[in-house]
């Protein structure tokens, strides 16, 4: 059979990106091999969010691109999947008529039997049907042998929560969790294959667990996978601040793996925004977490995610938040402005923001946060961090690039070294977005990825 090349966008979260991955699995036992041309492609596919109306409007932006595409190359296969698919379905192919499959969400599975009906009936096909019974939540078998020595590898899948501006639990479905020893199996097949840090993904991972009977919560998942040999580092994301309770908080300092970063997304400063929000705890709840935090494991790095302009947000609400984001200190921010999304209830709320309320509040906050990251990551200047080094810099090629125990990214220039190591470098200057070091000494335990791109391990 000849080789043929698929080539995947990927847009979104990192949800998205293990995604991407799977379907490369999936792909792959149909001769279909990765390739980062676009126009070498035999078969393209966008992974799509709908997060945000802005997300969307990409989606078709870059669809309007393929059109000509199209028209040259018939045979050429094009495919949607993810969120956007999920959420538009049939109206998907009405308003773009050149794709030939649209797969949601729950159809991931069965991209494979869609891209081969394509090619027998010549026939756009939809999928937007849900998960069948016996489909497993992700692909099983062997993993793709990867360059990279970071791996996404997801737990759990959906979302119970429903707050109030979240589209997730309707294009991902309820809360389902993976098997333990599924997801252990995975990491030590990405650990065989040179992975070193592996980041535990869902959209409520401190909820893994809660609805089945696997036996095993999230902390009690933590401290298997902690046990993998081999596996250097450990991160996950996201956490709800109402559920992480004082057992996974004491985890930071039980296990010597878990890296000293979490990702807690606030969305507000202001208590009665929360509760229009329906997050679930209040402003005085996140705080006291976030105090424990920092008392378990001092130094913890804390990042989070806020919506600006939520319906309804008066000044005295935003004020709120400025306030909370000084008082805790965030590393960093995903700042949003917030965006009406199909069926959710904050879309029929009332007293919506003007767009240039939102800019201004966007703007304010984006300031703030510049100021106190900068500050944090001056404030390593002279330490020495341990990194773990991923590859060569995307900005400088004569550079390497890793990321410190708190997520801090940082280059610097060292010959020998190679990704997977993990290096004492010492912080020698601070940006708002990165750092700069040089190495201390010589690395120790290498595992190192020697092939290029993406190749499949059996
Ligand atoms: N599950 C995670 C949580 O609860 O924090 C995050 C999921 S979502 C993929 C990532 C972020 O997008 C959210 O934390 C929120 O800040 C933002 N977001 C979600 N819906 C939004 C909306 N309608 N408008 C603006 N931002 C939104
Ligand atoms: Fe969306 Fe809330 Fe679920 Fe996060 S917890 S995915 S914001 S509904």
Same mark, same amino acid.
């Given at each position: ?215 095993? *919560? /999230?902390? &009690?998942? =933590?401290?298997? @996978? ?9 991160? #996950?994301?996201? $956490? ?76 005295? *609400? /935003?004020? &709120?938040? =400025?306030?909370? @984001? ?9 700042? #949003?402005?917030? $965006? ?84 004492? @470098? ?33």
């Amino acid at each position: 059979m000849k080789q043929k090349r698929v080539h995947i966008v990927t847009m979104g979260c990192q949800m998205n990106v293990y995604d991407s991955e799977q379907m490369l699995r999936l792909l792959a036992p149909l001769d279909y091999r990765p390739t980062s041309q676009l126009d070498k492609a035999d078969l393209i596919l966008l992974n799509t969010c709908s997060i945000r109306a802005k997300a969307e409007h990409k989606v078709y932006s870059f669809l309007g691109r393929l059109v000509r595409m199209k028209r040259l190359r018939p045979d050429i296969i094009i495919g949607v999947g993810g969120c956007v698919a999920q959420q538009e379905g049939y109206r998907l192919v009405e308003r773009a008529p050149h794709i030939d499959i649209a797969f949601g969400t729950f159809a991931l599975g069965r991209l494979p039997s869609l891209v081969e009906q394509v090619k027998d009936q010549k026939q756009q096909v939809v999928d937007v049907n849900p998960r069948g019974s016996s489909e497993p939540l992700c692909v099983k078998g062997p993993v793709l042998k990867v360059e990279r020595v970071t791996a996404f590898v997801t737990i759990m899948q959906g979302c119970d929560n429903f707050c109030t501006y979240c589209v997730v639990p309707y294009v991902r479905g309820r809360e389902v969790s993976r098997k333990p020893e599924e997801i252990l199996e995975e990491i030590r097949l990405l650990v065989e294959n040179g992975v070193c840090e592996i980041t535990l993904i869902g959209q409520n991972v401190n909820a893994y667990g809660q609805k089945n009977s696997h036996g095993c *919560d /999230f902390p &009690a998942l =933590l401290e298997r @996978v902690h046990d993998i040999e081999g596996l250097r580092r450990i991160r #996950f994301t996201t $956490s709800h601040p109402k559920d992480l309770s004082d057992r996974l908080i004491d985890a930071f300092c039980r296990l010597d793996k878990l890296a000293p970063h979490i990702h807690l997304p606030v969305q507000s400063g202001s208590s009665r925004v929360l509760r229009r929000m329906n997050r679930g705890y209040t402003r005085d709840l996140y705080l006291k977490k976030v105090a424990r935090l920092h008392e378990i494991r001092p130094g913890i790095a804390i990042t989070s995610d806020i919506i600006v302009g939520f319906p309804g947000e008066e000044r005295g *609400d /935003f004020e &709120a938040t =400025l306030d909370l @984001v000084r008082q805790v200190g965030f590393d960093s921010l995903f700042l #949003f402005k917030y $965006s009406d999304r199909p069926n959710v209830p904050a879309a029929k709320f009332s007293n919506k923001i003007p767009e240039t309320i939102k800019a201004e509040r966007f703007s304010t906050l984006l300031e703030v946060q510049r100021e106190l990251t900068l500050q944090k990551n001056k404030a390593l200047v002279g330490t020495t961090q341990e990194v773990l080094v991923e590859g060569p810099s995307k900005k400088s090629p004569n550079q390497l690039t890793g990321r410190t125990l708190c997520n801090k990214i940082i280059n610097f220039e060292d010959s020998m070294a190679r990704a997977g190591q993990i290096l004492p @470098v010492r912080i020698v200057e601070a940006f708002s977005h990165s750092l700069l070091g040089q190495p201390v000494g010589k690395g120790h335990g290498a595992h190192s990825g020697e092939n290029g791109g993406m190749s499949y391990a059996a």
